[in-house]
T-cell receptor, first 114, second 111 residues
């Protein structure tokens, strides 16, 4: 089944403790991205990647890192999480960033930083 | 940059028709998406418009006017399960090509 898989679904952590949220897709998509979703603010772009070893900042990249060492995986790294990073996170992927209508989301990761 | 505007909340009655509007301003246009999102779940794809006109898909239709920077999602024969947020997203030409999302319209369907 074609899908975007995120793990974990739920995570509670403490301020300053490094964490990684994984994202994997099995559709051979070139294009992957991360969003965070907060009440009243909608989905906001954090980082995106147009191919292996090609990543760039979205609208709200502060406090986050990403890597794209292989096509299928695009982990989101929080080196020193803070309470303002408590949010619902979504990974998404697409075959073509320019023409594709196949923008597919993972199930989401609800992160709480205390 | 891009600016996407849609109503915050709408209510409708089961069996009725509802139209959710989306207006946008973008430096270059390369497609408009509509997604449905139930609370706490992932957005699911509804429609994609890149040319002007109406695209019909079952109970859902989406319209685009590029010259007016305007789109709407039309939901017919509303069902209780249609209660959800509806997200309008625009992909600009050039730059990242990542869709930028509006804040979403929360639709409440009453019996």
């Amino acid at each position: 089944e074609a899908q975007v898989t995120q793990n974990p679904r739920y995570l509670i952590t403490v301020t300053g403790k490094k964490l990684t949220v994984t994202c994997s897709q099995n559709m051979n998509h070139e294009y992957m991205s991360w969003y965070r979703q907060d009440p009243g603010l909608g989905l906001r772009q954090i980082y995106y990647s147009m191919n292996v070893e090609v990543t760039d900042k979205g609208d709200v990249p502060e406090g986050y890192k990403v890597s794209r060492k292989e096509k299928r995986n695009f982990p989101l790294i929080l080196e020193s999480p803070s309470p303002n990073q408590t949010s619902l996170y979504f990974c998404a992927s697409s075959l073509s960033p320019v023409t594709g209508a196949d923008y597919t989301f993972g199930s989401g990761t609800r992160l709480t930083v205390v | 940059g891009q600016n996407i505007d849609q109503p915050t909340e709408m209510t409708a009655t089961e069996g009725a028709i509802v139209q959710i509007n989306c207006t946008y301003q973008t430096s270059g246009f390369n497609g408009l998406f509509w997604y449905q999102q139930h609370a706490g779940e992932a957005p699911t794809f509804l429609s994609y418009n890149v040319l002007d006109g109406l695209e019909e898909k079952g109970r859902f239709s989406s319209f685009l006017s590029r010259s007016k920077g305007y789109s709407y999602l039309l939901l017919k024969e509303l069902q209780m399960k249609d209660s959800a947020s509806y997200l309008c997203a625009v992909r600009a030409s050039g730059g990242s090509y990542i869709p930028t999302f509006g804040r979403g319209t929360s639709l409440i369907v009453h019996p």
